[in-house]
């Protein structure tokens, strides 16, 4: 007779400790200190003033989570961690990871019961301090969209396009990838006014500041948006908003983009490919603990309100797991439907 065994929800109860393995790697700098060779613990454990037997747990660790490898007998880093946990590398994400790690034991994960049960969805957002990124997150938040976009741009053709317009763009990350990639596209960026220097500072740095400007303002108010956009990105900023809101912000959209324009919405969602749901519900329940006013929504709900504002060809794909998109072309020979004047 077989029996059940609790060996799933220990794994669930200890994950934690994951977590805490990477984020130790990343704090001494172990990758960056292997670079392409591989290393003793004895050298490692010399060089950080620690015990052998410490690092050598850390290191044993790490390659059963299959960051590091063991080779010439020593440790070594794996292609993940030479690309994104190397502090010399292009994509390096260790302060995107840092992030999480801090949050992981924010007050709003220890009160995860409590503002669960008190969360109302719809309701003005209330964001909790801790939910503030500090100049190191928004470093790593850059990045990351540098590779968003890289993957947007591998997944999408966009060739056709010619001017982007990005609502809520950060710090420009991925509108920099997608001029990068296509030196016909020019764009706009509308980000709030505390965040609009930083990306301007960052696509100066990337040498496009001539294709890309940078407009200070909440891209909801009523201020018109910069004109000409033939293709709009919304990334990572419709959980942000209640319901209602998105569904107005896809008909102003509508109205707002020329005939065969492309709209692009680019998050967490929940039902874009087969089995790629706990990413999402998880960051639901950070959006919730932090006080946002809504959560990651179901890509189909994304699709569902394309098409009630009239859009096309609307599509979905999962291209940079977790990150899925969804997106709609205005139809050439018709005007878009319900949709909100452009200001």
């Not at 994400?93 to 669960?116: K, Q, V, Y």
């Not at 492309?262 to 039902?271: K, Q, T």
């Not at 998109?325 to 139809?331: D, S, Y």
Request: aromatic share 6%; with cysteine.
């Amino acid at each position: 007779m077989s029996h059940s065994t609790p060996a799933a929800l220990i794994e669930l109860a200890t994950a934690h400790r994951r977590s805490r393995a990477l984020a130790a790697l990343i704090a001494l700098e172990i990758p960056t200190r292997l670079g392409a060779r591989a290393r003793s613990r004895e050298s490692l454990a010399q060089e950080l003033n620690a015990e052998p037997a410490a690092i050598g747990a850390l290191l044993e660790a790490a390659v059963a989570l299959g960051v590091l490898a063991r080779r010439d007998g020593g440790y070594a880093n794996t292609e993940a961690a030479a690309s994104y946990l190397r502090r010399d590398a292009p994509g390096y994400l260790g302060e995107w990871f840092m992030r999480h790690d801090r949050m992981a034991h924010a007050l709003a994960w220890n009160e995860l019961p409590r503002r669960l049960c008190a969360w109302r969805g719809g309701e003005p957002a209330a964001f909790a301090p801790e939910s503030a990124p500090t100049a190191a997150d928004r470093e790593g938040q850059h990045q990351m969209a540098l590779l968003a976009g890289d993957a947007l741009a591998d997944a999408v053709e966009l060739g056709s396009f010619h001017r982007l317009l990005d609502l809520g763009g950060g710090t420009g990350g991925m509108a920099i990838a997608l001029c990068r990639r296509h030196p016909h596209l020019n764009a706009a960026v509308i980000e709030r006014a505390d965040v609009a220097p930083l990306a301007r500072d960052a696509i100066r740095r990337a040498g496009l500041d001539a294709r890309i400007e940078v407009r200070a303002g909440d891209f909801l108010d009523a201020a018109p948006w910069p004109s000409g956009a033939d293709l709009v990105l919304l990334a990572n900023v419709l959980s942000m908003l209640p319901a209602r809101r998105a569904r107005e912000l896809f008909g102003r959209i509508g109205a707002y983009l020329p005939p065969g324009g492309c709209v692009i919405v680019s998050g967490w969602m929940p039902g874009a490919a087969e089995g790629d749901g706990l990413a999402p519900a998880l960051q639901s329940l950070e959006d919730i603990a932090l006080g946002a006013p809504d959560v990651e929504r179901p890509a189909a709900d994304y699709a569902a309100w394309l098409t009630e504002a009239g859009f096309g060809d609307v599509a979905t794909l999962a291209y940079f797991p977790p990150t899925s998109l969804v997106m709609g072309h205005k139809p050439a020979a018709r005007r878009v439907a319900g949709s909100l004047a452009a200001g």
